[in-house]
C-alpha cells in the first residue's frame, strides 16, 4: 500500500506562482512512473503531467511552458512548478503513482486545492 500526500496549494494571483509536493510512503517510489491530475468543478479529471522512472516527462498542452514536473527520489517526492498562473488552472490537484503492476495498480492522493483569483 503507497500513501500519497499532496502540499502546497492556495490562492494566488493570476500571473503568480505555486509550488506542489507529493510525499510517497514506501520504499519503491523510484520505480514508479508518477503524474499530476487536476479537476475543475463541473469538469472531469484531466491528465496535467507525468514523469517516468527515468525521468521522462510529458505535458498537457494547456500548461506546456508554465509548468515543471520533477521528482526527487532521495526524498519519496515528486514536484509541479506552476508559474504563470491562469484563472483557469483553478481546480483540486491530485497525485497518481502508477506501480506497473496490474495487480497492485495505481495509487491517488487526496487532493490539494488551488485558486488562481484576483
Known amino acids: 500500500q503507497v500513501q500519497l500526500v499532496e502540499s502546497g496549494g492556495g490562492l494566488v494571483q493570476p500571473g503568480g506562482s505555486l509550488r506542489l509536493s507529493c510525499a510517497a510512503s514506501?520504499?519503491?517510489?523510484?520505480?514508479?512512473?508518477m503524474a499530476w491530475y487536476r479537476q475543475a468543478p463541473g469538469k472531469q479529471r484531466e491528465l496535467v503531467a507525468t514523469?517516468?522512472?527515468?525521468?521522462?516527462?510529458n505535458y498537457a498542452d494547456s500548461v506546456k511552458g508554465r509548468f515543471t514536473i520533477s521528482r526527487d527520489n532521495a526524498k519519496n517526492t515528486m514536484y509541479l512548478q506552476m508559474n504563470s498562473l491562469k484563472p483557469e488552472d483553478t481546480a483540486v490537484y491530485y497525485c497518481?503513482?502508477?506501480?506497473?503492476?496490474?495487480?497492485?495498480?495505481?495509487?491517488w492522493g487526496q487532493g490539494t486545492q488551488v485558486t488562481v483569483s484576483s
Open positions: 514506501g520504499s519503491s517510489f523510484s520505480r514508479y512512473a
Open positions: 497518481n503513482a502508477d506501480t506497473g503492476d496490474p495487480i497492485e495498480g495505481n495509487y
Open positions: 514523469i517516468t522512472s527515468g525521468d521522462n516527462t
